[in-house]
């Protein structure tokens, strides 16, 4: 069974730019949960695509925006980078059953906008 | 909004020592509870969770009980190791559509051999 995968690790842009991150569910799962961890600090979440469409959204502007497919895999957008943006962006991935909402994160991708 | 609040790191223990590290939350509810553990460079693994009042969750030596009456879920293990060197994060989530997780600041802990 394949875990979570993000891509990638590790990304240096320059404040303005553009940004892609990746996200491949674990197998089995539909949805997929995406969290910004600056450092030092916790995880805070951004949003959840379940079946390619977003379910929750947390305290983020609109310049992040997400995508899933319909594989599940997803992306994370973030246009018009902020110095502030600079952080860990992990992945978690979940089966969405009921009961069980366990999610199961990836190893995230470092950013870093100068 | 629902908060964490967890007890300010860094934590340096001993081998073999006692570890305690305190979370309290505050949610209108009753959440389910987790605490996660981050190894360094690598992403969040689930350590263990409670999702009532009274539960105990348990996994590889630690626990932690869901408090109801004090808005608590601490974490303890009776004697730590060296490879427990991690930062640990208390997080709820509460049932629902999304599920996400709202998590606490993180606690780090370093086991000294």
């Known amino acids: 069974e394949t875990g979570v995968t993000q891509s990638p690790t590790h990304l240096i842009k320059t404040r303005g730019q553009q940004v892609t991150l990746r996200c491949s569910s674990q197998?089995?799962?539909?949805?997929v949960s995406w969290y910004q961890q600056a450092l030092g600090q916790g995880p805070q979440f951004i949003f959840q695509y379940y079946r390619e469409e977003e379910n929750g959204r947390g305290n983020f502007p609109p310049r992040f925006s997400g995508l899933q497919f319909p594989n599940y895999s997803s992306e994370l957008n973030v246009n018009a980078l902020e110095l502030d943006d600079s952080a860990l962006y992990l992945c978690?991935?979940?089966?969405?059953?009921?009961?069980?909402?366990?999610?199961?994160f990836g190893p995230g991708t470092r950013l870093t906008v100068t | 909004g629902d908060s964490v609040t967890q007890m300010e790191g860094p934590v340096t223990l001993s081998e073999e020592a006692f570890l305690t590290i305190n979370c309290t939350y505050t949610a209108t509810g009753y959440p389910s509870l987790f605490w996660y553990v981050q190894y360094p460079g690598e992403g969040l693994q689930l350590l263990l969770k409670a999702t009532k009042a009274d539960d105990k969750g348990s996994n590889k030596g630690f626990e932690a009980t869901y408090r109801k009456e004090t808005t608590s879920f601490h974490l303890e293990k009776g004697s730590v190791q060296v490879s427990d060197s991690a930062v640990y994060f208390c997080a709820l989530s509460f049932s629902g559509s999304a599920r996400q997780l709202t998590f606490g600041s993180g606690t780090q802990l370093t086991v000294l051999p």
């Open positions: 978690a991935s979940s089966a969405r059953l009921a009961g069980d909402y366990e999610q199961y």
């Open positions: 197998s089995g799962h539909n949805t």
